[in-house]
C-alpha cells in the first residue's frame, strides 16, 4: 500500500467554536504527526509525498470561485487588519433569509456563504495545507491499478480532512474534500462508477453534497444520527438521492454508544448495497472518531476493533483509495488507524 503525505499540515492550527468557547481546534498538527509515525511504524508500504495539485480536478469538484476564496481568504482577513489568528464565518443564510442566494461582496459577509459551522477557521497556513492534503488525494488515486483488486490500494494521510466540504462551503474541520477529488480522479482515469464509503463517525454531508445527483458515485455513510449528532442537518435515512442520483446515496444513522457489533452490522449492510452497485474501485472516507475514547464522538469501537473495519472493507475485491478523515483522541489516533489500514492490507493479500 503505498502511503502518501505532507508536512504542510504542520502550518495550518486553526481555532474553533466548541460550545461557546473559542479553542484551539481538536483537529490539530499532532494528529498527523502520530498517524504518520504508527504508519511508518506498521511496515505497510513506501512512504511519498503528493504530486503538484491539478488545479482543474480541484475546480471540478468545487466551485472555482470558493476555491479562489479559500486561496486568498486570509491575505484579505490580514489586509482588512483583523488581529484574531482565524478568519471564521459569524452570519450564515440561514432559513428565513430574503437572499439566502446573493453573494455578498465582503469578506466578512462571504465567510458565512462559504461555510456551515463555526467550528472552522482559516489561518496563515490553512490554504497550502488543504491544498497539499488534495494533492495526497490526487496522488494515491493515481497509484491504483484500475484493473486489480483490493491488493491495490493507496493511503492518503490527508490533514485538513475533507468530508464535511461541499460545492462552495467549509465547516466541519473540512476546506476541500479530498476523498471526492480522490473518487474525480478515478473517473478521470476510467472508471465507470466509484464506490464511496464513508465510516467515519460524522456524517459526510460535503461529499453527499457533491455527488447526490450523480450516479457515477455510489455514496454510504455510517454516522452518529443527525438527530443528536453533528452536522445535524444532513444524513438521515430518508435522504438517498436527487434525480439521475436517486438511489446512488445510503445513509446509515446509528444511536449513541455503538459497538463494534452493532456498528459491522450496519457496515456489512452498507457492503451488499455497494456490491449491488457495479462499482470498479472504492475510495473510503477513513475516520476512527467511532473509537471509545474520542473525546467529541459518541460510538464505542476499540483498538482491537479497528483490523476487522479494514477487513471487511477489502472484502469488497476492489482497487482502494483510503482517505484520513476524523479521529481526536490523539494518543491512541495512530494505532487506530494502522488497524485499519493492517486489517485492510492482510485480507487482501490473502484474496490474491
Ligand atoms: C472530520 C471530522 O471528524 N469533523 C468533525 C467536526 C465536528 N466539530 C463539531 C464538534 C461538536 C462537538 N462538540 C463536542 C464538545 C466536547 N466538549
Ligand atoms: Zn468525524
Not at 95 to 116: C, E, K, N, T
Not at 176 to 185: D, E, F, T, V, Y
Amino acid at each position: 500500500m503505498l502511503i502518501v503525505s505532507s508536512d504542510a499540515h504542520r502550518a495550518h492550527h486553526a481555532v474553533e467554536l466548541d460550545t461557546g468557547e473559542l479553542i484551539p481546534s481538536w483537529e490539530h498538527p499532532g494528529r498527523a504527526d502520530a498517524v504518520s509515525a504508527a504508519v511508518a511504524g506498521a511496515d505497510l508500504g513506501t512512504m511519498v509525498g503528493p504530486d503538484p495539485l491539478d488545479r482543474s480536478l480541484v475546480d471540478r469538484v468545487h466551485d472555482p470561485v470558493y476555491v479562489e476564496f479559500l486561496e486568498t481568504a486570509h491575505e484579505r482577513w490580514v489586509a482588512e487588519g483583523h488581529r484574531a489568528p482565524g478568519a471564521m464565518g459569524f452570519a450564515w443564510p440561514a432559513r428565513g433569509a430574503a437572499s439566502p442566494d446573493r453573494r455578498p461582496d465582503d469578506l466578512l459577509g462571504q465567510l458565512g456563504w462559504h461555510s456551515f459551522a463555526a467550528d472552522c477557521s482559516i489561518v496563515a497556513g490553512t490554504w497550502a495545507a488543504a491544498a497539499d492534503a488534495a494533492a495526497c488525494a490526487q496522488t494515491a488515486a493515481d497509484a491504483v491499478d484500475l484493473a486489480a483488486g483490493a491488493e491495490s490500494s493507496a493511503f492518503a494521510l490527508c490533514r485538513p480532512p475533507g468530508h464535511h466540504a461541499g460545492v462552495d462551503t467549509f465547516g466541519g474541520y473540512c476546506y476541500l474534500n479530498n476523498a471526492a477529488i480522490a473518487a474525480q480522479r478515478l473517473l478521470d482515469r476510467g472508471a465507470t462508477r466509484v464506490a464511496l464509503v464513508d465510516v467515519d463517525f460524522h456524517h459526510g454531508n460535503g461529499t453527499q453534497e457533491l455527488f447526490s445527483d450523480r450516479d457515477d458515485v455510489a455514496f454510504c455513510s455510517i454516522h452518529g444520527d443527525p438527530t443528536w449528532a453533528f452536522p445535524w442537518f444532513s444524513g438521515h435515512a430518508g435522504e438517498t438521492g436527487v434525480g439521475a442520483g436517486e438511489g446512488f446515496t445510503l445513509n446509515l444513522p446509528l444511536d449513541r454508544g455503538a459497538t463494534l457489533e452493532v456498528w459491522l452490522d450496519a457496515l456489512g449492510g452498507g457492503l451488499d448495497w455497494v456490491r449491488g452497485h457495479g462499482c470498479d474501485a472504492l475510495v473510503v472516507s477513513l475516520g476512527v472518531d467511532t473509537f471509545e475514547g474520542d473525546p467529541i464522538s459518541e460510538f464505542a469501537l476499540g483498538t482491537d476493533d479497528f483490523p476487522a473495519v479494514g477487513a471487511a472493507l477489502a472484502g469488497l475485491g476492489l482497487p482502494t483509495v483510503l482517505v484520513l478523515e476524523g479521529g481526536y483522541a490523539t494518543d491512541e489516533l495512530g494505532a487506530n488507524v494502522a488497524g485499519v489500514l493492517t486489517g485492510f492490507a492482510t485480507t487482501a493479500a490473502a484474496s490474491i
